[in-house]
């Protein structure tokens, strides 16, 4: 976090934006008016030109910050790549700071644009004079810059270059607000090098990594897909083929390329989230082995900041619990439910899917509950169905506060709840969320309504049975209708699920 705190660079730095949001993961808050006063003085060129954005794209036009070096002194991550960086150093920097800038100035500006607008108009710290409100600049540099961002981006539907297009990838999946605006050309992208990755792995497509396969592009590529929360089956391939990619060092590389910081970390960043047999000790001492003496990690020059805080936040979550840092794909528009706002039965048949194609999540022990509702009939009856909607609602929200948990609602009046693997088992969770419930539902509807409690079935499976302990307790759970105690709420452990 030190070195990221020092930051100093000049206003029109390519990768400014990228250095805010590099600061504000790390809990930093560098003053985001001024940035975005600054861009509001620039002039902006034709659409396919070097100024088509607000910001600077490379450094072309102006120097490299102290962190960065000079130009002359950056040396590619892989070795094999120096000459192609020598023929024409700033299309060689455009390779990661193009990808990094419409992700990142895409967040930043969906971010500042929605918040809360006090005034129409403020001060200018740059210029002294009147201008629109930081979420009024914000929201109108998107607009202007959206049509531009996304041209940009489908550059990448191309497959031109595998690992430059799957870092764009790679660079949304970093960015939830980024991924969300621009999923129609990151789904295309992965439609682009998902046939390709059947075996469980990208190769590459140009000079000098044709036909080598690559744990960069295909770590990218898993990135993609479990932000997307699409391709479960492939996702769980890829993720298979990486835990075999680990050198003895703990890092990553491609072909007989030397082991590297950039390539490490989208592998790790998989394998952490979603690889129970993965040990990230490892990969943690060897990525800290390759900090710098002012606390940078480094690729090529121009990307430090961004990349030394992706993997600072690395390093904390490889700290935790496998249950703690699970990576549970996004659901997606397809798969999850529009009453409650949970995953869908789709996304749980898509998540077994992801469980089956991947070995070490389908030997995992994962927590796993049947809930169906006591008295909603009767709720729905006497107070309508749109109050039945909002209680399915409460009861979803309600759930989705249990930690390490996906909450998925298989129908009507009926829940699963999936622990992440490895974790504590759902009993106590359950009961006492059974003890606080009746309050919790009587404040938000009123005292005279018929009360509506949850009823659950708990136990744990190994993850490749997910799908069949669904069945299992699905039909038991009937047992415990005619069961009296708690108001008929009842919860049952049956342990190991057969």
């Given at each position: 976090?030190?070195?990221?705190?020092?930051?100093?660079?000049?206003?029109?730095?390519?990768?400014?934006?990228?250095?805010?949001?590099?600061?504000?993961?790390v809990?930093?808050?560098?003053?985001?008016?001024?940035?975005?006063?600054?861009?509001?003085?620039?002039?902006?060129g034709?659409?396919?030109?070097?100024?088509?954005?607000?910001?600077?794209?490379?450094?072309?036009?102006?120097?490299?910050p102290?962190?960065?070096?000079?130009?002359?002194?950056?040396?590619?991550?892989?070795?094999?790549?120096q000459?192609?960086?020598?023929?024409?150093?700033?299309?060689?920097e455009?390779?990661?700071?193009?990808?990094?800038?419409?992700?990142?100035?895409?967040?930043?500006?969906?971010?500042?644009?929605?918040?809360?607008t006090?005034?129409?108009?403020?001060l200018?710290?740059?210029?002294?004079?009147?201008?629109?409100?930081?979420?009024?600049?914000?929201?109108?540099?998107?607009?202007?810059?959206?049509?531009v961002?996304?041209k940009?981006?489908?550059?990448?539907v191309?497959?031109?270059?595998?690992?430059?297009?799957?870092?764009?990838?790679?660079?949304?999946?970093?960015?939830?607000?980024?991924?969300?605006?621009h999923?129609?050309?990151?789904?295309?992208?992965?439609?682009?090098?998902?046939?390709?990755?059947?075996?469980?792995?990208?190769?590459?497509?140009?000079?000098?990594?044709?036909?080598?396969?690559?744990?960069?592009?295909?770590?990218?590529?898993?990135?993609?897909?479990?932000?997307?929360?699409?391709?479960?089956?492939?996702?769980?391939?890829?993720?298979?083929?990486?835990?075999r990619?680990?050198?003895?060092?703990?890092?990553?590389?491609?072909?007989?390329?030397?082991?590297?910081v950039?390539?490490?970390?989208?592998?790790?960043?998989?394998?952490?989230?979603?690889d129970?047999?993965?040990?990230?000790?490892?990969?943690?001492?060897?990525?800290?082995?390759?900090?710098?003496?002012?606390?940078?990690?480094?690729a090529?020059?121009?990307?430090?900041?961004?990349?030394?805080?992706?993997?600072?936040?690395?390093?904390?979550?490889?700290?935790?619990?496998?249950?703690?840092?699970?990576?549970?794909?996004?659901?997606?528009?397809?798969?999850?439910?529009r009453?409650?706002?949970?995953?869908?039965?789709?996304?749980?048949l898509?998540?077994?899917?992801?469980?089956?194609?991947?070995?070490?999540?389908?030997?995992?022990?994962?927590?796993?509950?049947?809930?169906?509702?006591?008295?909603?009939?009767?709720?729905?009856?006497?107070?309508?169905?749109?109050?039945?909607?909002?209680?399915?609602?409460?009861?979803?929200?309600?759930?989705?506060?249990?930690?390490?948990?996906?909450?998925?609602r298989?129908?009507?009046?009926?829940?699963?709840?999936?622990?992440?693997?490895?974790?504590?088992?759902?009993?106590?969770?359950?009961?006492?969320?059974?003890?606080?419930?009746?309050?919790?539902?009587?404040?938000?509807?009123?005292?005279?309504?018929?009360l509506?409690r949850?009823?659950?079935?708990?136990?744990?499976?190994?993850?490749?049975?997910?799908?069949?302990?669904?069945?299992?307790?699905?039909?038991?759970?009937?047992?415990?209708?005619?069961?009296?105690?708690?108001?008929?709420?009842?919860?049952?452990?049956?342990?190991?699920?057969?």
């Amino acid at each position: 976090m030190g070195a990221l705190a020092g930051l100093s660079v000049l206003a029109d730095e390519p990768m400014r934006i990228a250095n805010v949001l590099a600061q504000r993961s790390v809990g930093l808050q560098p003053d985001v008016s001024r940035l975005l006063a600054h861009l509001n003085t620039r002039q902006l060129g034709a659409s396919n030109s070097t100024i088509r954005y607000r910001w600077e794209l490379s450094h072309r036009r102006c120097d490299p910050p102290a962190y960065a070096g000079p130009i002359e002194n950056w040396k590619t991550w892989r070795p094999l790549e120096q000459p192609v960086f020598e023929q024409d150093a700033v299309v060689f920097e455009e390779r990661l700071t193009i990808p990094i800038l419409i992700a990142d100035a895409s967040e930043l500006l969906d971010e500042i644009a929605r918040q809360p607008t006090p005034g129409h108009v403020r001060l200018s710290l740059v210029s002294g004079k009147a201008e629109p409100a930081p979420p009024l600049l914000a929201a109108a540099m998107l607009a202007e810059a959206e049509p531009v961002l996304r041209k940009d981006l489908a550059f990448f539907v191309q497959m031109l270059n595998a690992w430059v297009d799957t870092f764009a990838l790679f660079c949304l999946a970093q960015r939830p607000r980024a991924m969300a605006r621009h999923r129609p050309i990151a789904l295309a992208i992965t439609a682009s090098y998902a046939s390709a990755a059947q075996p469980g792995y990208l190769e590459g497509t140009r000079f000098p990594f044709h036909g080598v396969p690559l744990v960069s592009a295909t770590a990218h590529l898993a990135a993609g897909l479990l932000a997307l929360g699409t391709e479960f089956g492939l996702l769980g391939r890829l993720v298979t083929w990486l835990s075999r990619a680990i050198q003895p060092c703990g890092g990553f590389r491609d072909g007989e390329e030397p082991t590297d910081v950039l390539t490490t970390l989208a592998a790790a960043q998989v394998l952490a989230g979603l690889d129970p047999s993965f040990n990230p000790a490892p990969t943690a001492a060897f990525l800290m082995s390759k900090q710098d003496r002012q606390g940078f990690f480094r690729a090529l020059g121009p990307e430090v900041p961004w990349l030394t805080a992706l993997v600072l936040i690395w390093l904390r979550q490889a700290e935790q619990q496998f249950w703690q840092r699970f990576h549970w794909p996004h659901p997606n528009d397809s798969n999850t439910d529009r009453k409650t706002g949970l995953a869908g039965f789709t996304y749980f048949l898509e998540l077994c899917d992801l469980i089956a194609h991947c070995p070490c999540l389908a030997t995992a022990t994962m927590p796993f509950a049947f809930i169906d509702l006591v008295g909603f009939r009767a709720f729905n009856n006497q107070c309508g169905q749109d109050a039945g909607d909002q209680a399915l609602e409460a009861c979803a929200a309600a759930l989705e506060e249990l930690p390490g948990v996906k909450i998925v609602r298989d129908g009507g009046d009926e829940f699963l709840v999936i622990g992440a693997p490895g974790r504590n088992p759902l009993m106590g969770d359950l009961v006492q969320l059974r003890a606080d419930w009746p309050a919790k539902f009587q404040a938000r509807f009123g005292p005279d309504v018929p009360l509506v409690r949850m009823r659950a079935l708990v136990g744990f499976v190994a993850g490749k049975r997910l799908r069949d302990a669904r069945e299992t307790l699905g039909r038991r759970i009937g047992e415990l209708k005619n069961v009296k105690e708690n108001h008929g709420a009842v919860i049952r452990d049956i342990g190991a699920i057969a």
